[in-house]
T-cell receptor, first 111, second 111 residues
């Protein structure tokens, strides 16, 4: 079964608002990553958080990780129309090189 | 900076035909991954190679095979194509630092 499950599946907000996406996973991990995908394009790495980290920031992105709940959240602050994309979390599986992706959240930021 | 290059960008095939997808990783990246993404779905891991040897295998049908060559490029060979094989096929490469760099994908349509 798929490692990561994301919530919500779709999110529509206005420019300037914050967007929060959540991800849950099932097995132990070394790290969790978030990727962005514009429609029909390749995935782009956004941020990586290790299992011993609780929070990480990168520009307007803030990621949290709760290993006890096996969950992570991605917060995009002050959203822009250009942030419109699908966002996926991905986890290793305790040392495996491959990444297992969640089902993704489709974010629409309306101008 | 050089990115992961995939060819062709689009491919249309009939049922039962064969297809070969190519991937050229970022220079000095020693690991290549193949993912399949159906419409509205999350990317599913197919297979990976490290230093030209298969390193991991996911949900890759027996009709598919892949290899990595001495110049590190990789090819995914798909035979006896079925309608359900229609998907976006991504190649990604990494240098071992856990972050994956994705190509723009090959959109395969099986008619």
């Amino acid at each position: 079964s798929q490692q990561g499950e994301e919530d919500p599946q779709a999110l529509s907000i206005q420019e300037g608002e914050n967007a929060t996406m959540n991800c849950s996973y099932k097995t132990s991990i070394n790290n969790l990553q978030w990727y962005r995908q514009n429609s029909g394009r390749g995935l782009v790495h956004l941020i990586l958080i290790r299992s011993n980290e609780r929070e990480k920031h990168s520009g307007r992105l803030r990621v949290t990780l709760d290993t006890s709940k096996k969950s992570s959240s991605l917060l995009i602050t002050a959203s822009r129309a250009a942030d419109t994309a699908s966002y996926f979390c991905a986890t290793d599986q305790g040392g495996s090189e491959k990444l297992v992706f969640g089902k993704g959240t489709k974010l629409t930021v309306n101008p | 900076a050089a990115g992961v290059i995939q060819s062709p960008r689009h491919l249309i095939k009939e049922k039962r035909e064969t297809a070969t997808l190519k991937c050229y990783p970022i220079p000095r990246h020693d690991t290549v991954y193949w993912y399949q993404q159906g419409p509205g779905q999350d990317p599913q891991f197919l297979i990976s190679f490290y230093e030209k040897m298969q390193s991991d295998k996911g949900s890759i049908p027996d009709r598919f095979s892949a290899q990595q060559f001495s110049d590190y490029h990789s090819e995914l060979n798909m035979s006896s194509l079925e309608l359900g094989d229609s998907a976006l096929y991504f190649c990604a490469s990494s240098s071992g630092d856990e972050k994956l760099f994705f190509g723009s994908g090959t959109q395969l349509s099986v008619l």
